[in-house]
């Protein structure tokens, strides 16, 4: 997980400050610790000196992420996210991304420059509430104020009083001296502090406050000045700053006047190119710099020189220069007085427009990584061009975007890249129609990768149109490319091969090799999926002919792992293995490690049906491991098949019906069905697994492990609990796994527990509802609540001491425990018994008798069922009844329940999503008032769900009731100008119309 920061100066003066922050982020009850202070303390060195000394305690590694570029708070996790190297998966928000990378590991996030982004304090407390083993670090100028929040604040250097100066050799016992000293010397080696100088050190260090940023500014002007020149001088822009805004805290009168003295020792052709170089964001490289600003190497060697401008040395590309934040807003302030900054800006918004357009040719050859890279170093700029030109200039907004279309999809960008294609889309003036047919392609390929594959159509159509119109051939095959895509993913082959098939011969008629790969590609894949091997082989192998003469080896790896795959499904598992090894080679020595995971996997597949068990088992191991590194996810489900089909040979039977059911349950959330090129192998495959006498109840526990837990668990050679059998069972009676076994009787005669989440909190023991009252205290009752949902970790006491106290979280643990001996008496009191709060290692839970109904256990086994499971007449009505269970929203209006809210949304989420497929379902089956029923529970819990409403309006109309229909219509248009003050789409509109004309229908297919 780690990203690592350039090398930093030696940290002075804070090893206590270190330690002290080191020691909070090791306490169990510490989530988030925010380094408060002035600007300019040093904030960030500190936090990443605290990081780098915690290897030990965060095994899974820590991150470094700069938020100084980020302008706007929702776009916070975005930048952790990109910061990680996450790849979106479809439908994927950056949440959702941190949340599946972070989930079960033990690690530790460094978030610097937090104080322009504090709105994002909310998404900063669900992701530590998602991820119980993540620590974050922040650094701010204010605190976040948030409940798990341990504030640590940094204050200046302590220094000598210049008055009392003595021994020379005392004063460098003060961290402030000791800190200008040492960086002092870094620019003169023969400075020295003796007598004739160190008053006028100390009375710098005095001036500055001891802030480390002001003292190291001072410093830097030794080679020219004495400490004493220095001291005067500062001593004069001190005084002449004296009367500014006195709604600014001191220190920051103090580093401003530090900044404003360096800036006033530049000639005035410098402070105009200090201003100017404001502009960029995130740094530049010295091209980039002349080209804006005018700058020469020497004149960035004078700004370097008065450290108003550093040089990167942790960049890999090009030579890289940047400000400090503090200096850069400067800069910022002084450029604006100047009136040339929309100038600056426009100059750097060109200059990047021309940097995506120059660099989106070389994307799709040799020198692809080198321009990723410099893509990737120039990130924060690129995001500074598109927002000046999104209010300014959309020609040149559409014109950038278009150009950056395969940037994003190749660094797995998809919804950034959506949202500035759609910003692009919606600015254009009409005039650069070229522009916008190229923007709308990129926009459809990259929904192709999102799943939103009929709007992709919708927008490649688009394109296409367009292209046709002005003869555009290059244009027609990037628009043909993503709708053929579409249809393919759609499962519409014939369609997708005549659309690739135009492609092909628009790229040979255009002589273009690249193109001409790419195409047949794409029909290589068509093929493969619908078994036809011959072809698919006969296409791969074409595509990788040409790959080799053009000379880009991550094309020609990815050809090769295609058709690596092919000969598998062939059977030639020699060549398989050489063509496989082939493409890991050159996929390693690239770096591209999200594809490593794909190889391996084939690789894996390669091994085992050599029937090498042992090495086919590590490969997968392998492909799974990284699967967790680069949150690559498409392989997951295939490797963990094959671990199952190592374990069916090894007869671990139910280890391999648990592997089974964790991969089933993967392709029902993806919607991802075992493709029918290996339906085959996986049917016997699956036939073998249910011979043994303990399938069922395996595949069970493999189906309902949460998918962050999957790789993990299956990864382990043992689990204490939940865990695969590793024991050989013998050959038995075959055993399904039906649908129907996941699903709880909830109406169980011999049920003696049972408890209500759902809804108003319900407590019945052995029939009888237990008052509120035999919990005695509130609290008392909400940790009861608490337990219960965390079932089965165990809770520490720390951790309820901040969920309950959380404005005294050095409560007292006589508090605690008071509390929770309250509880065990009320647990005694209603016949459950107090030995039913157990104290365990590691904190409390609760333990619930065998037979004990939770109805929230019960519904949430319940919405884990494939669409598909739920369609047979023998589950449904059993579905239905425990989708009923739910009585209300989790916990409703319960007291100190707030640590819910997150629980409370999802959960309300996946009600809704299952009222509306139960509703699907009968109206597809032509039951619309079955559907009816189901439609409106849906919208009990959201009236602004606008496919609810279809669905009432659809089925009013199917049972003759139009009035009803229409009147349905108007509740949709005022729920929605009320929740959400908009008014109902294009398809709700259309269908009023249809019913106004006696046309509705029934769902329509797809749907």
Not at 247 to 272: F, K, V
Not at 622 to 636: I, M, P
């Amino acid at each position: 997980m780690d990203n690592s920061l350039p090398p930093l100066p030696p940290l002075i003066g804070r090893d206590a400050e270190t330690t002290g922050i080191r020691e909070l982020l090791t306490r169990r009850k510490t989530h988030l610790v925010t380094v408060v202070g002035p600007p300019g303390v040093g904030k960030t060195r500190l936090a990443q000196a605290a990081a780098n000394g915690l290897d030990d305690v965060f095994p899974d590694g820590h991150a470094f992420v700069d938020l100084a570029s980020v302008a706007d708070a929702t776009a916070v996790l975005a930048a952790v996210s990109q910061a990680l190297r996450l790849r979106e998966g479809a439908g994927q928000s950056p949440l959702d991304a941190l949340r599946e990378h972070l989930t079960g590991r033990q690690s530790l996030l460094v978030l610097d420059n937090f104080e322009h982004v504090l709105a994002a304090r909310g998404e900063v407390a669900g992701l530590l509430a998602a991820c119980p083993g993540l620590r974050i670090l922040i650094t701010s100028r204010a605190p976040l104020n948030v409940r798990w929040e341990q504030r640590y604040p940094v204050l200046p250097l302590p220094f000598p009083d210049p008055r009392r100066v003595s021994d020379p050799r005392r004063l460098l016992e003060y961290p402030a001296v000791a800190l200008f000293v040492e960086r002092a010397r870094t620019l003169d080696p023969t400075f020295s502090l003796d007598g004739r100088n160190a008053q006028a050190v100390a009375g710098i260090c005095a001036q500055l406050d001891g802030l480390p940023l002001a003292i190291e500014l001072a410093a830097a002007r030794v080679t020219l000045l004495t400490p004493q020149a220095i001291l005067e001088r500062l001593g004069g822009v001190l005084d002449l700053l004296a009367s500014g805004p006195r709604d600014m805290p001191g220190r920051h009168r103090t580093l401003r006047a530090a900044i404003e003295w360096s800036y006033r020792l530049l000639s005035d052709a410098d402070q105009r190119l200090f201003q100017r170089l404001s502009v960029f964001a995130g740094g530049c490289t010295l091209e980039a710099a002349e080209a804006v600003t005018g700058a020469d190497l020497d004149s960035l060697s004078a700004l370097t020189n008065h450290n108003l401008l550093l040089r990167d040395q942790g960049s890999a590309v090009d030579s890289r220069f940047r400000m400090l934040e503090t200096v850069r807003a400067f800069a910022a302030e002084r450029l604006a007085e100047s009136g040339e900054a929309e100038g600056a800006r426009d100059r750097h918004a060109e200059v990047f427009r021309d940097l995506a357009e120059r660099a989106e040719p070389e994307l799709t050859g040799p020198r692809q990584g080198e321009w990723l890279s410099r893509l990737d170093a120039d990130a924060d700029n690129i995001q500074a061009a598109l927002r000046w030109a999104a209010g300014r200039d959309g020609p040149l907004l559409l014109r950038a975007a278009g150009s950056l279309a395969r940037y994003w999809l190749l660094r797995g960008r998809l919804s950034e890249g959506c949202q500035w294609l759609g910003a692009a889309v919606a600015a254009s003036d009409g005039r650069s129609v070229a522009d916008l047919a190229k923007a709308l392609g990129g926009a459809a390929t990259l929904m192709v990768e999102t799943g939103e594959f009929e709007r992709a159509a919708e927008v490649a159509l688009r394109s296409l149109e367009i292209c046709r119109r002005l003869v555009d051939e290059r244009g027609q095959t990037r628009a043909l490319s993503a709708l053929g895509n579409a249809r393919l993913r759609q499962a519409r082959y014939d369609e997708a091969r005549a659309i690739h098939e135009e492609g092909l011969a628009l790229f040979q008629k255009m002589r273009d090799p690249r193109g001409t790969a790419q195409a047949l590609n794409n029909l290589g894949a068509i093929a493969r999926l619908q078994g036809d091997l011959d072809n698919a082989r006969r296409f791969y192998e074409e595509s990788l002919r040409l790959k080799r003469e053009e000379g880009s080896r991550s094309r020609m790896a990815l050809s090769l792992n295609n058709l690596g795959e092919v000969e598998l499904d062939a059977a030639n598992v020699e060549r398989a293995e050489l063509i496989l090894r082939e493409s890991l080679e050159i996929f390693e020595d690239t770096g591209a490690r999200s594809f490593v995971v794909g190889v391996l996997a084939n690789l894996g597949r390669a091994s085992r049906m050599a029937g090498d068990l042992a090495v086919a088992e590590e490969r997968y191991r392998r492909s799974l491991r990284l699967s967790e590194e680069t949150q690559q996810r498409a392989y997951v489900s295939e490797c963990l098949e094959g671990l199952a089909a190592v374990a069916v040979e090894r007869r671990h039977l139910a280890r391999a019906a648990w592997l089974l059911g964790a991969a089933a349950a993967l392709r029902d959330a993806a919607h991802a069905p075992v493709p029918p090129v290996a339906q085959g192998e996986y049917d016997r495959l699956l036939q073998r697994a249910r011979s043994g006498a303990e399938f069922a109840a395996a595949y069970r526990r493999g189906y309902a492990t949460p998918a962050e837990e999957v790789v993990s668990k299956a990864l382990s050679e043992a689990e204490d609990t939940g865990a695969p059998d590793r024991e050989t069972t013998p050959a038995g009676t075959t055993t399904a796994a039906r649908p129907e076994d996941r699903l709880p009787d909830v109406h169980a005669p011999d049920v003696r527990v049972e408890i209500s989440l759902l809804g108003p909190f319900r407590f019945r023991v052995g029939g009888k509802e237990v008052s509120d009252g035999v919990w005695g205290r509130p609290r008392a009752l909400a940790i009861l609540q608490y337990l219960l949902l965390r079932r089965p970790r165990p809770v520490p006491a720390e951790e309820l001491a901040e969920v309950f106290w959380p404005d005294a979280p050095s409560v007292e643990r006589t508090t605690l425990y008071a509390t929770l001996t309250r509880l065990r008496k009320g647990l005694k009191a209603s016949g459950l018994g107090a030995s039913a709060l157990r104290r365990e290692r590691g904190g409390y839970r609760i333990l619930l008798p065998a037979g004990a109904v939770v109805d929230l256990d019960a519904f949430t086994a319940a919405v884990r069922l494939g669409p598909r499971e739920v369609m047979a007449e023998d589950v449904l009505s059993r579905y239905e009844r425990t989708l009923l269970l739910y009585g209300g929203d989790l916990l409703e209006d319960a007291p100190y329940a707030g640590w819910a809210s997150l629980d409370r949304d999802a959960l309300r989420a996946r009600w809704i999503e299952a009222c509306l497929a139960v509703a699907r379902r009968y109206e597809r089956a032509g039951q619309p008032e079955r559907a009816l029923e189901w439609y409106q529970h849906g919208l009990v819990r959201d009236p602004t769900l606008e496919d609810a409403h279809r669905g009432v309006m659809r089925c009013y109309a199917l049972i003759g009731q139009r009035d009803l229909a229409l009147r349905q219509y108007d509740r949709c248009a005022q729920a929605l100008h009320h929740g959400l003050d908009t008014s109902p789409d294009a398809e709700t509109v259309a269908l009023r119309d249809a019913i106004v004309r006696g046309e509705a229908s029934v769902l329509p297919v797809g749907q």
